[in-house]
């Protein structure tokens, strides 16, 4: 069977199967979300997106939407219950060199949704389908055949692939036999969200988003853009608050108030588990059904959104013939770490700083640039040589390395400016930092799927035959920041670096076959 016109089919209408569904559609492949219920979620979840989830909604073209519905916060508040002193706040202007969204938003899920939904619908006309359950599916070599419940009855659908966005209680996960190992915390959490002026008739200039640590009873505020939101834990054993005692209880930490309004409450189990595996064939899991994160730190649905930036481009070279079967074998080897090693192990261990069991965690406590780096996961190291973290443990930054994202730095093409997550939008792509005055071998034909361009304190001469790939870097700003000399640079499409090199003559062909090995796998 050919596939190349098949659709990819997501499992599940959630945050992580729309923006993952967004993601192939910016790479041009076809895709159809099937949703078992009948409306997009009205349940009050998670609140806050990190800036590495907006850099991927808007290599995605989805983010202008999402921040038009969302409030933004450029500092994140450490606060001790207690005393009511400051334990360090995460200031996210530190990384304004470093990406065009030096902030995080608040935005509840049941508002995010729609959002999403909406342009999905406008580029992707009908490609999310309600009602539409999974029940069973078989895998051929070349294709998935899915059998569905719908309104108008069983139907069948084929796809190439299979992205399970389905949840911690994955029906696809569960079809495939896959265990989740780990644990289930016997304390819950209660989360509300609660109208009540907090800016002038009773003003408490908390931050927008701010955690209350406390021995006995920690709470985190969230500001959202229509209410303020209020988490704690509960006890194990201890009944469903009422309203009135999740009335009493927010009055318990802000003080007497005019008057409080209850909009909506959720009282969850908290996991901390993860799937033995992540792809059986043409069938991938991804967010809570690959892994259920400890929801502190916004860990749960920003790692998910990780994996939606790893998988869809590596389909999108399948497709398109630019890349062997097995590149799809690294999206789990790449994020399985994330899951199980990084967010998973930090949010468990700024659950215990909040409980005042540890006084810090591993990624905190450097201050300026490598808080916010690790607070906004745009420090993740993919594992692309063997190494992977999550973490930036120096006040300042450092060096590049690969695997690392790459800092969304300015440069200048012949029409003006660009910035580097936009050069890879759809596209691996070379930097040669090096000299343009001296005419340096980079060709202008290259295999499918990668750019090499020249990025230059010195602006290409119109002779040179360079000015349709060279970009002009003022000052050299690039340079500096990667903090490497003269070396070639290449990137994948989702921005992370896989390998570098000190530059040479010689250099666009070493970057050609090294590209030939990321894709196909060989060697």
């Not at 991804?286 to 920003?302: E, F, K, Q, R, Y």
């Not at 005055?437 to 090499?452: F, K, S, Y």
Request: charged share 25%; with cysteine; aromatic share 8%.
């Amino acid at each position: 069977m050919d596939t190349t016109g098949l659709p990819v089919a997501v499992i599940g209408g959630g945050p992580i199967g729309l923006i993952t569904a967004l993601g192939l559609v910016s790479y041009g492949v076809p895709v159809v979300v099937f949703e078992a219920g009948a409306d997009l979620s009205a349940d009050t979840k998670a609140g806050t997106i990190l800036t590495r989830t907006l850099e991927v909604l808007d290599r995605y073209d989805a983010l202008g939407p999402v921040l038009g519905a969302s409030l933004r916060i450029d500092e994140i508040g450490e606060v001790d219950r207690a005393t009511g002193v400051s334990t360090g706040s995460v200031l996210t202007s530190a990384l304004a060199g470093e990406t065009r969204f030096p902030f995080v938003v608040n935005i509840p899920q049941h508002e995010l949704e729609p959002v999403l939904a909406d342009v999905l619908e406008r580029r992707a006309p009908g490609s999310l389908r309600m009602r539409h359950r999974l029940d069973h599916f078989e895998q051929h070599a070349d294709a998935v055949t899915l059998h569905l419940s719908t309104p108008d009855g069983p139907a069948t659908a084929t796809a190439s692939h299979v992205l399970a966005c389905d949840g911690g209680r994955s029906t696809v996960r569960e079809r495939l036999g896959i265990r989740v190992g780990g644990h289930t915390l016997e304390q819950r959490y209660a989360l509300v969200d609660l109208v009540c002026d907090l800016d002038i008739g009773n003003p408490r200039d908390y931050p927008y988003l701010a955690y209350f640590g406390d021995r006995e009873e920690w709470m985190v505020l969230v500001r959202q853009p229509h209410c303020w939101r209020f988490v704690f834990p509960l006890a194990p054993g201890r009944p469903e608050p009422t309203s009135d005692d999740l009335r009493d209880k927010a009055r318990h930490f802000i003080g007497d108030v005019d008057e409080i309004k209850v909009l909506g409450s959720n009282v969850y189990t908290v996991h901390h588990r993860v799937a033995t595996s992540w792809q059986r064939g043409r069938v991938f899991l991804m967010g809570d059904a690959a892994h259920l994160i400890t929801p502190m730190w916004a860990l749960g649905l920003n790692t998910g959104v990780l994996d939606a930036s790893n998988l869809p481009w590596r389909i999108a070279w399948v497709r398109r013939g630019w890349a062997g079967e097995a590149l799809l074998r690294g999206y789990e080897t790449e994020q399985a770490p994330v899951a199980v090693r990084g967010s998973g192990e930090m949010a468990e261990a700024a659950r215990a700083v909040m409980d005042r069991r540890l006084d810090s965690t591993a990624g905190m406590g450097v201050g300026g640039w490598g808080d916010a780096m690790t607070r906004t996961l745009l420090g993740v190291r993919l594992n692309v040589d063997g190494e992977w973290s999550m973490v930036r443990d120096t006040a300042a930054p450092t060096p590049v390395r690969v695997g690392e994202r790459v800092p969304d730095l300015r440069v200048f093409g012949r029409r003006g400016p660009v910035h580097l997550h936009e050069l890879c939008r759809d596209s691996f792509v070379a930097l040669h930092l090096t000299d343009a005055r001296r005419r340096p071998p980079v060709p202008a034909h290259n295999p499918a799927g990668l750019r090499q361009v020249v990025v230059s304190r010195w602006d290409a001469p119109h002779d040179s035959g360079l000015r349709d790939r060279a970009y002009f870097d003022p000052g050299e700003t690039v340079r500096t920041r990667f903090g490497l000399g003269d070396v070639v640079v290449l990137l994948r499409p989702d921005a992370h670096i896989t390998y570098v090199e000190p530059w040479s003559a010689e250099s666009w062909l070493h970057i050609e076959d090294r590209y030939r090995q990321e894709v196909w796998c060989e060697g």
